[in-house]
């Protein structure tokens, strides 16, 4: 059920902003809304690349 909820959300949060016309990406705001948008999942993306390098550091071997 938590899979189809999340499946859900992105469809909603993609279908709005696909469906903008082209000649509003180039405005700013626009821009910025869609940052703020993706922002988190960029965090989150780069929180875990952190940690699986963590990982590999403590079972590397010389």
Sequence with gaps: MKKYAALMLV?????????????????SAVKKVGNAITWPFRKVGQGLKAMGNGAKKLVKRD
């Design 11 to 27: 469809i909603a949060v993609a279908s709005t902003t696909f469906a903008t016309p082209v000649q509003a990406a180039d405005d």
